[in-house]
């Protein structure tokens, strides 16, 4: 069975422009979560879909982050535009209908660098 | 404020002795507490778990233990091998919550053959 898969596992960008990271989960799942750890920091969670609908968004830090999960399976997250702060490893995670915190399956993260 | 803590950014140990990884939690409605260990340009996997109404989850050589009054638990690894050597994440869901995973910032740890 494939895992969570993102991509690109690394991408630099200069202030002010736009980067897309994409998320592809466990086939069959229907939670998807988005984390962030900045560098040095915790792992800190973004948002929560269960399908394609965004259950909880609190940990969004602004409106220049948006994602989206069209069709309940591969998510996106954009930000636009790109800040300095916006550095560090963005990790997606999934899980089944039924199963909660114990069974959140992680991808590798993708590594951002704003310049 | 960082309601999950792991104060040491690092340990090493030698191959068969015991690694023990600390964390410190502020939010006394945590329910379950998890470890998370993590190899570099990888995600972070799930390791074991303890419900709070227990003081001890074991699951070969790795075993959690809990001290509700001291709001502290730690990680047991014995013997350590050095397949071991990652990031541990000690975490809880947030209250109210089965999914939102509070971290901590992470322990390094290096066993050395």
């Known amino acids: 069975e494939a895992g969570v898969t993102q991509f690109p596992s690394h991408s630099v960008i200069e202030k002010g422009q736009t980067v897309t990271l994409r998320c592809d989960p466990i086939?069959?799942?229907?939670?998807l979560y988005w984390y962030r750890r900045v560098m040095g920091k915790e792992i800190k969670f973004l948002l929560h879909f269960v399908k394609e609908s965004k259950q909880d968004e609190s940990g969004m830090p602004n409106n220049r982050f948006l994602a989206e999960r069209t069709g309940g399976t591969y998510s996106t997250l954009k930000v636009q535009p790109a800040e300095l702060e916006d550095s560090g490893v963005y990790f997606c995670?999934?899980?089944?209908?039924?199963?909660?915190?114990?069974?959140?399956?992680f991808g590798p993260g993708t590594r951002l660098l704003v310049l | 404020d960082q309601q999950v803590k792991q104060n040491s950014p690092s340990l090493s140990v030698q191959e068969g002795r015991i690694s023990i990884l600390n964390c410190d939690y502020t939010?006394?409605?945590?329910?379950?507490f998890l470890w998370y260990k993590k190899y570099p340009a990888e995600g972070p996997t799930f390791l074991i778990s303890?419900?709070?109404?227990?003081d001890k989850n074991e699951d070969g050589r790795f075993t959690v233990f809990l001290n509700k009054s001291a709001k502290h638990l730690s990680l047991h690894i014995v013997p350590s091998q050095p397949g071991d050597s990652a990031v541990y994440f000690c975490?809880?869901?947030?209250?109210?919550?089965?999914?939102?995973?509070?971290f901590g910032k992470g322990t390094l740890l290096t066993v050395n053959p």
């Open positions: 939010n006394s409605m945590f329910d379950y």
């Open positions: 975490a809880a869901p947030e209250g109210g919550s089965n999914y939102k995973l509070t």
């Open positions: 995670a999934s899980s089944q209908a039924t199963g909660g915190w114990l069974t959140q399956y």
């Open positions: 303890i419900s709070s109404i227990k």
């Open positions: 086939s069959g799942h229907d939670n």
